[in-house]
């Protein structure tokens, strides 16, 4: 009975040496264990695709990780989903934080795009947990535009330009700015003094088609939106800074990062690479082009030596 329990004793040790060993993880296991699948999101407009499929292919790329791609949520469904963990990335703005999110007031102050960054940055991170990558360099605000033989015409050039024909002319806007609260029509018309003949919500679509058959004169637009370029217009200079800053920027979550700090390294050259015609440019391709966003964006990597 006691070589029995002595063989016993020794088969157990063996058997925990064993377990032991398959449990460090050495070799392909290790690596297995330590991967995880990021969960990506965006809008459903170029940019933000864009943004988020080069952010998915650096990863892919320079990390052991996996990238969940997830599709058409808008800022209001991801912003509450990142912090309840069911996403770890997505593409955003610093304006739509400081304004929104922290519900802070725009002054003059608050001008200088670096410091509504980092006024973002520190209290996203203290009070949500979330990190925010410094801005992508491209300032994507709301944008009093006109068709450029109308420019030419009456010699606009600045937003106060518009002010003596504003009264003759039909504005078109997308749904949301009409009744925007802080950043809206009506604040639009006190920076400036105007009010339009008409003042038109529709869909961003129907409002270049607009523009384009002259049944609006005018139409706020989206200053990186690549139908800009497409249908050449002036989008008219913010001379009174009705807008703040609204720099684009991935949005992640800060324990992610904290365990897999090889995936913060890998999206930071992403950071400052951008002006608004770049970011502009990029868009057209998607928009008005009919490319596929990943597409893009790899295109992109590769000529910035990325990829």
Known sequence: MKKLAMILSATLVVMLLFAGCSGSGTGSEAEADSS???RIASASYGEVEIQAEMAKALIEAQTDHKVERILNMNEWLSFPAIVRGELDMYVSFTGTHFLGTLEQTLT?????????????????????????????GYNNVYGLAVPRSRAKELGLKTTSDIVPYAAE???????????RPGQGYKELCETYGFNFKEAVPMELGLMYRALTTGEADAGIIYTTDGRNIAQDLVILEDDKQFNPPYYGMLLAR?????????????IEPLCGLFD??????LNARVD?????????ARDFLQEQNLL
């Not at 102050?109 to 520190?122: G, L, Q």
């Not at 002319?169 to 009744?179: I, N, S, Y």
């Open 276 to 281: 608004t015609k770049m970011m502009t440019e």
């Open 169 to 179: 002319m039909v504005l078109a806007t997308d749904q949301v700015f009409q009744d």
């Open 108 to 136: 003059p102050k608050w001008r200088d795009p670096d410091k509504v960054w980092e006024y973002v940055h520190d209290r996203l991170l203290e009070e949500y947990g979330l990190y925010a990558f410094e801005p992508y």
């Open 288 to 296: 008005v082009d009919g490319e596929d966003a990943a597409q893009v």
């Open 254 to 266: 800060a324990d992610i990062l904290e365990q897999h700090p090889e995936i913060k390294t890998a």
């Open 36 to 38: 995880t699948t990021v």
